[in-house]
């Protein structure tokens, strides 16, 4: 007659602990092998991803040429953040208000190729749309900018001829041919004044601050621009701050010697 042994205590107290570690581990041991499982099946990206597209972009004028001498410019800004732009024409650089997402601005062209430039700033980013236009109109003995940096509020371009005459918004022509191309009252400018054929003798500019509508104070800033386009084409750049309605920016007194030739 067979005799049976049965496990002694210390087989079942090795069951009862395997299974236990078992339990323990097991949830583990399953998501190490889904996550190796997943690690061979993903597939492999390929290729860069597209960058978004800049919040800026002109929609006119467009490249090319023109033979207006005012045009319009419009950029749309998709960034609902950006209330205030910057526009760079031919290197000079003012400050263009935004609304509804889009810049409405005066161009006033010079002779010859024009670099328009719209830049705005984005999430610490500075971005930019560009044309180039070639503009056919005649030359600007003298061309003179004027621009500040507060929306809603008014200042007045003021150029003395040698004879005198004044040209300003009450006054945008004079019989020697000096013109008040832009005037803008609601911020930011620009005012441009320009005369195709400049007589000899001293032209005086002021700044005058029309009306602050209770905004804080504004920097003016002034461009003059003589011959532009030739040989003797010359820069000037001011600017200075008004503080209060009324308050005016004596910018100073240029003299023209001669056709294409300017005294220091």
């Known amino acids: 007659m067979k005799t049976h042994k049965y496990p002694g205590k ?3 107290k090795f069951v009862v602990v395997f299974g236990f570690m078992l339990c323990l581990f097991m949830p583990y041991l399953l998501a190490e092998g889904n996550q190796a499982q997943d690690t061979k099946t993903e597939p492999k990206k390929t290729g860069k991803v597209s960058p978004a597209a800049p919040p800026v972009k002109i929609t006119a004028p467009i490249n090319g040429w023109s033979g207006d001498r005012l045009l319009d410019l419009t950029a749309t800004i998709d960034d609902p953040e950006i209330q205030f732009a910057y526009l760079i024409e031919n290197g000079n650089e003012r400050m263009v208000r935004v609304r509804d997402g889009k810049v409405n601005e005066k161009l006033v062209l010079s002779p010859g190729t024009n670099n328009i430039i719209v830049q705005v700033e984005s999430d610490g980013e500075m971005f930019s749309d560009q044309v180039v236009l070639y503009s056919n109109v005649s030359k600007k003995d003298i061309k003179i900018i004027l621009s500040w940096d507060t929306d809603g509020t008014d200042v007045d371009l003021h150029v003395i001829n040698p004879a005198g005459q004044e040209c300003y918004y009450g ?5 020697e041919g000096g013109v008040l191309d832009v005037d803008i009252t609601d911020g930011f400018g620009p005012e441009v004044f320009t005369q195709a054929n400049a007589t000899t003798g001293n032209y005086k500019i002021t700044v005058h601050y029309f009306n602050s509508n209770d905004y804080p104070q504004t920097l003016a800033k002034v461009i003059v621009i003589l011959f532009e386009g030739t040989d003797y084409e010359k820069k000037y750049y001011y600017e200075s ?21 300017e005294k220091k």
């Open 10 to 12: 210390k087989f079942y």
């Open 171 to 175: 006054n945008r022509e004079t019989e």
């Open 241 to 261: 701050m008004l503080i209060r309605t009324g308050d005016d920016f004596e910018v100073g007194t240029f003299n023209i010697a001669s056709l294409g030739k």
